[in-house]
T-cell receptor, first 110, second 112 residues
Framework: GQNIDQPTEMTATEGAIVQINCTYQ??????LFWYQQHAGEAPTFLSY????GLEEKGRFSSFLSRSKGYSYLLLKELQMKDSASYLC???????????FGKGTMLLVSP | DGGITQSPKYLFRKEGQNVTLSCEQN?????MYWYRQDPGQGLRLIYY???????QKGDIAEGYSVSREKKESFPLTVTSAQKNPTAFYLC???????????FGPGTRLLVL
């Protein structure tokens, strides 16, 4: 099984940079997903890392270190619309079910 | 438009009643999933299906049942055995088990 840990809440200012961390302990691991979820809505896919290193996609970047069981999501040039919950999910080895963390609620203020 | 649809958006259940949540996708995805989300909790897997006529229990399958008679459809029944059904239910699908999962808009189930 998997155990996923991420901070419950974070706050940041419009235009700033914020890093949301995620650690995982697993009996099998096959990649790490980040999803964004606005209140009352479905999660939307942001990124997927299976190899160590940084993946950049516009204002969002995601990093993975398999040896440390650690990932982060980096959001640059924050906008008010980035206020949402960010879900970290580890893909289990074998069949690819996902184990989700509890999510990090990010509040962006003016 | 391709996508995943869930209906209804809100559903009310009376005590002792079974209710069925609909999930349909026209993405030609093989794999489909049902999750439950409670406040302050992550998504928890209820059931998943890799192919038609086959499905597996997730972490919290007790009190739920599913069927997968068609590739496009994966309905979830919340039975009276589920004593705490109030939650946000999310359906997802992926091209194959190894691919990214995409989510439907969700159904919020409330108990009267």
């Amino acid at each position: 099984g998997q155990n996923i840990d991420q901070p419950t809440e974070m706050t940041a200012t419009e235009g700033a940079i914020v890093q949301i961390n995620c650690t995982y302990q697993t009996s099998g691991f096959n990649g790490l997903f980040w999803y964004q979820q606005h209140a009352g809505e479905a999660p939307t896919f942001l990124s997927y890392n299976v190899l160590d290193g940084l993946e950049e996609k516009g204002r969002f970047s995601s990093f993975l270190s398999r040896s440390k069981g650690y990932s982060y999501l980096l959001l640059k040039e924050l906008q008010m619309k980035d206020s949402a919950s960010y879900l970290c999910a580890a893909r289990n080895s074998g069949y690819s079910t996902l184990t989700f963390g509890k999510g990090t609620m990010l509040l962006v203020s003016p | 438009d391709g996508g995943i649809t869930q209906s209804p958006k809100y559903l009310f259940r009376k005590e002792g009643q079974n209710v069925t949540l609909s999930c349909e996708q026209n993405l030609n995805h093989d794999a489909m999933y049902w999750y439950r989300q409670d406040p302050g909790q992550g998504l928890r897997l209820i059931y998943y299906s890799q192919i038609v006529n086959d499905f597996q229990k997730g972490d919290i399958a007790e009190g739920y049942s599913v069927s997968r008679e068609k590739k496009e459809s994966f309905p979830l029944t919340v039975t009276s055995a589920q004593k705490n059904p109030t939650a946000f239910y999310l359906c997802a699908s992926s091209l194959a088990g190894s691919e990214t999962q995409y989510f439907g808009p969700g159904t919020r189930l409330l108990v009267l």
